[in-house]
């Protein structure tokens, strides 16, 4: 009852009601533990877990028109065999775009072009681009405003000293510990922790935390501070992400679905996390990046802000560099990464978006990733072999 009389709360203030299953809902750090079976059955229906909000599509849907087929081989010249990839992968969609034609379309686990898949922390770079958007309003002033500036609950925490840019580049100083097997670990506490009377959950977790270096001196990734982003965006234009979404990408873009987002019981989207979409919708947002960042009514981002955000602004423990919220590579590719196999990845100069949705058995692994990167290599490796004279 709580939740269905603040869902009308919402649309009475003029925000997006949301769905939510008739019981309560586990937290949602409970994802992290799902067997593979609830892993495989709950990916693509989250909103039947866990309340979403809806970002809205518009009228127009930005076509995407069919290439000609791809035909992978691995590095080396022996075929790529997709289907066993995708098996051993437990991998529920790959789309290849290339200058924003579809190359290659797959699905397995039962998914399929009209479902939607989670995005675990791909979120983020979206979440990124939405403070892109809301400089260019004008309602974020600058990126090296104190977050304080724009969530006051902060005060007095570790985060005093910290900017807008700090939060972007996860180089906050705050102390965090993101170990998804770990039940005690600050990514699963953020989710099941309750928040102090008064204040977002988010806000409430993140300004008990310790400092552990200087602004700006570390890189350490947190879910937290994308949560923490997403509460600033908030605040600072005064819509929800669902809806700053809808108004900025979703409807001037041209989505082909409406977007769903896990938000906690005060009605906030978690911005590190659990953006769902379908297949083809996550190789659009990656055609809005690779593209300039241009809807309908022009430019949605700040002049500059896609290379800005896509290049190394902090080095990480990982191969990737790091930016706003996007993991670099060379050469100005980038991608948006979430566990258990979720990957977007843009190369510019191929004019190439690969997306992989995946249900993987652990949340982060090697190999997988390894295997991952394999399958990149080949596309990329075909167009430049499509490429030669």
């Not at 947002?285 to 981002?301: H, N, W």
Request: charged letters at 20%; aromatic letters at 8%; a neutral charge.
């Amino acid at each position: 009852m709580r939740s269905l009389l603040f869902a009308a709360g919402l649309a009475l203030v003029g925000l997006p009601s949301f769905a939510v299953a008739a019981d309560k809902p586990p937290p949602a750090a409970s994802v992290l533990f799902w067997s593979q079976a609830e892993k495989e059955a709950g990916f693509p229906k989250m909103e039947a877990h866990f309340p979403v909000s809806t970002a809205t599509r518009g009228e127009r849907v930005h076509a995407l028109q069919a290439g000609a087929p791809l035909k992978l081989v691995q590095v080396g010249g022996q075929p790529f065999d997709l289907s066993a990839f995708m098996a051993s992968e437990k991998t529920a969609g790959i789309l290849v775009l290339q200058d924003g034609r579809v190359r290659l379309e797959s699905y397995g686990l039962g998914y399929g072009p009209n479902g939607r898949w989670t995005s675990f922390s791909v979120a983020k770079s979206v979440t990124s681009t939405l403070v892109g958007a809301a400089v260019k309003d004008g309602a974020i002033k600058s990126l090296d405003d104190a977050v304080t500036r724009y969530i006051p609950g902060l005060r007095g925490s570790a985060y005093d000293q910290v900017s807008v840019r700090q939060l972007l580049t996860m180089t906050s100083g705050v102390k965090w510990n993101e170990d998804y097997t770990d039940p005690n670990s600050d990514v699963a506490l953020l989710f099941s922790t309750p928040a102090d009377p008064g204040l977002d959950s988010t806000v409430s977790y993140m300004r008990k935390l310790p400092r552990e270096s200087a602004p700006g001196a570390k890189w350490v990734y947190k879910t937290g501070e994308t949560n923490l982003i997403g509460v600033l965006v908030t605040s600072a234009t005064g819509k929800s992400l669902s809806s700053y979404l809808s108004e900025k990408i979703w409807k001037p873009y041209g989505m082909e679905q409406d977007a769903l987002w896990m938000i906690d019981e005060r009605g906030q989207e978690a911005g590190g996390c659990c953006l769902s979409m379908t297949l083809r919708d996550y190789g659009r947002v990656g055609e809005f990046l690779r593209t300039g960042g241009i809807g309908s009514a022009g430019a949605v981002l700040p002049k500059g802000w896609i290379a800005e955000a896509t290049r190394q602004q902090a080095a990480t423990d990982d191969r990737f560099g790091y930016g706003y919220q996007w993991w670099t590579e060379p050469g100005g590719v980038f991608n948006g990464l979430g566990i258990f196999g979720q990957r977007l990845h843009v190369d510019p100069a191929r004019k190439l978006v690969v997306v992989v949705s995946s249900a993987w058995p652990e949340a982060t692994n090697p190999a997988r990733s390894a295997r991952q990167d394999a399958l990149i290599a080949a596309i990329a490796a075909q167009l430049d072999a499509e490429a030669k004279p």
